[in-house]
Nanobody
Framework: LLQLEESGGGSVQAGGSLRLSCVVS????????MGWFRQSPGREREGVAA????????YYADSVKGRFSISRDNAENTLHLQMNSLTPEDTAMYYC????????????????????WGQGTQVTVSS
Protein backbone atom coordinates (compact mmCIF):
# COMPACT_ATOMS: atom_id res chain seq x y z
CA LEU A 1 0.00 0.00 0.00
CA LEU A 2 1.52 3.30 -1.11
CA GLN A 3 1.34 6.14 1.37
CA LEU A 4 2.59 9.70 1.28
CA GLU A 5 2.65 11.69 4.51
CA GLU A 6 3.59 15.36 4.55
CA SER A 7 4.89 17.35 7.47
CA GLY A 8 6.61 20.64 8.15
CA GLY A 9 3.89 23.13 7.35
CA GLY A 10 3.10 26.02 9.64
CA SER A 11 2.83 29.77 9.97
CA VAL A 12 5.71 32.11 9.27
CA GLN A 13 6.21 35.77 8.55
CA ALA A 14 7.13 37.01 5.11
CA GLY A 15 10.78 36.43 4.40
CA GLY A 16 10.89 33.32 6.55
CA SER A 17 11.58 29.71 5.65
CA LEU A 18 9.95 26.34 6.02
CA ARG A 19 11.02 22.84 5.11
CA LEU A 20 8.37 20.38 4.06
CA SER A 21 8.96 16.66 4.15
CA CYS A 22 7.05 13.79 2.60
CA VAL A 23 7.69 10.25 3.75
CA VAL A 24 6.85 7.80 0.99
CA SER A 25 6.16 4.19 1.74
CA UNK A 26 5.30 1.35 -0.59
CA UNK A 27 6.57 3.16 -3.65
CA UNK A 28 8.40 1.13 -6.25
CA UNK A 29 8.78 3.21 -9.41
CA UNK A 30 12.36 4.06 -10.33
CA UNK A 31 11.39 6.22 -13.32
CA UNK A 32 8.58 8.54 -12.34
CA UNK A 33 7.68 12.05 -11.32
CA MET A 34 7.60 13.04 -7.67
CA GLY A 35 6.59 16.52 -6.76
CA TRP A 36 5.01 19.18 -4.63
CA PHE A 37 1.81 20.97 -5.50
CA ARG A 38 -0.13 23.68 -3.77
CA GLN A 39 -3.65 24.98 -3.77
CA SER A 40 -5.26 27.95 -2.09
CA PRO A 41 -8.99 28.75 -1.94
CA GLY A 42 -10.39 29.86 -5.26
CA ARG A 43 -7.28 28.93 -7.19
CA GLU A 44 -6.31 25.93 -9.28
CA ARG A 45 -3.80 23.43 -8.01
CA GLU A 46 -0.32 24.50 -9.04
CA GLY A 47 2.79 22.42 -9.57
CA VAL A 48 5.53 23.96 -7.44
CA ALA A 49 8.53 21.67 -7.80
CA ALA A 50 9.14 18.19 -9.14
CA UNK A 51 11.87 15.68 -9.61
CA UNK A 52 12.07 12.88 -12.16
CA UNK A 53 13.54 9.95 -10.33
CA UNK A 54 15.47 8.54 -13.30
CA UNK A 55 18.32 11.01 -13.62
CA UNK A 56 17.03 13.38 -10.92
CA UNK A 57 15.91 16.07 -13.37
CA UNK A 58 14.35 18.91 -11.41
CA TYR A 59 11.60 21.32 -12.36
CA TYR A 60 10.30 24.47 -10.68
CA ALA A 61 7.39 26.75 -11.28
CA ASP A 62 8.54 30.22 -12.31
CA SER A 63 6.93 31.66 -9.20
CA VAL A 64 9.29 29.76 -6.88
CA LYS A 65 12.54 29.58 -8.85
CA GLY A 66 15.46 30.74 -6.77
CA ARG A 67 13.48 30.44 -3.54
CA PHE A 68 12.37 26.80 -3.31
CA SER A 69 14.49 23.69 -3.56
CA ILE A 70 13.29 20.11 -3.96
CA SER A 71 15.37 17.13 -2.94
CA ARG A 72 14.93 13.49 -2.07
CA ASP A 73 16.60 11.21 0.40
CA ASN A 74 16.51 7.71 -1.03
CA ALA A 75 17.77 6.13 2.18
CA GLU A 76 14.85 7.56 4.14
CA ASN A 77 12.31 7.46 1.29
CA THR A 78 11.62 11.12 1.86
CA LEU A 79 10.94 14.02 -0.46
CA HIS A 80 11.77 17.50 0.82
CA LEU A 81 10.82 21.01 -0.19
CA GLN A 82 12.96 23.80 1.24
CA MET A 83 11.10 27.09 0.98
CA ASN A 84 12.96 30.35 1.53
CA SER A 85 12.00 34.00 1.18
CA LEU A 86 8.36 33.13 1.65
CA THR A 87 5.70 35.66 0.71
CA PRO A 88 1.97 35.80 1.51
CA GLU A 89 1.36 34.57 -2.04
CA ASP A 90 2.91 31.25 -1.03
CA THR A 91 0.10 30.64 1.44
CA ALA A 92 -1.63 27.40 0.44
CA MET A 93 -2.16 23.77 1.23
CA TYR A 94 0.90 21.90 -0.01
CA TYR A 95 0.62 18.36 -1.32
CA CYS A 96 3.21 15.72 -2.01
CA UNK A 97 2.53 13.54 -5.04
CA UNK A 98 4.00 10.57 -6.84
CA UNK A 99 3.43 9.33 -10.35
CA UNK A 100 3.65 5.95 -11.98
CA UNK A 101 6.40 4.65 -14.24
CA UNK A 102 7.12 6.61 -17.38
CA UNK A 103 10.11 6.46 -19.78
CA UNK A 104 10.91 10.19 -19.69
CA UNK A 105 10.19 13.21 -17.54
CA UNK A 106 7.32 14.62 -19.53
CA UNK A 107 5.28 17.20 -17.67
CA UNK A 108 6.28 16.61 -14.06
CA UNK A 109 4.70 19.90 -12.94
CA UNK A 110 1.32 18.86 -14.32
CA UNK A 111 -1.03 17.21 -11.84
CA UNK A 112 -2.40 14.77 -14.42
CA UNK A 113 0.99 13.05 -14.35
CA UNK A 114 0.37 11.94 -10.78
CA UNK A 115 -1.62 9.08 -9.34
CA UNK A 116 -0.79 9.20 -5.64
CA TRP A 117 -1.34 12.14 -3.31
CA GLY A 118 -0.75 12.98 0.32
CA GLN A 119 -3.28 14.65 2.58
CA GLY A 120 -1.51 18.00 2.49
CA THR A 121 0.13 20.34 4.96
CA GLN A 122 -0.89 23.96 5.41
CA VAL A 123 1.58 26.80 4.88
CA THR A 124 0.54 30.27 5.97
CA VAL A 125 2.73 33.31 5.38
CA SER A 126 1.79 36.58 7.03
CA SER A 127 2.92 40.00 5.91
Amino acid sequence: LLQLEESGGGSVQAGGSLRLSCVVSGYKYSSACMGWFRQSPGREREGVAAIFTSGDEIYYADSVKGRFSISRDNAENTLHLQMNSLTPEDTAMYYCAAGTWRPYAGLCLTDTEYKFWGQGTQVTVSS
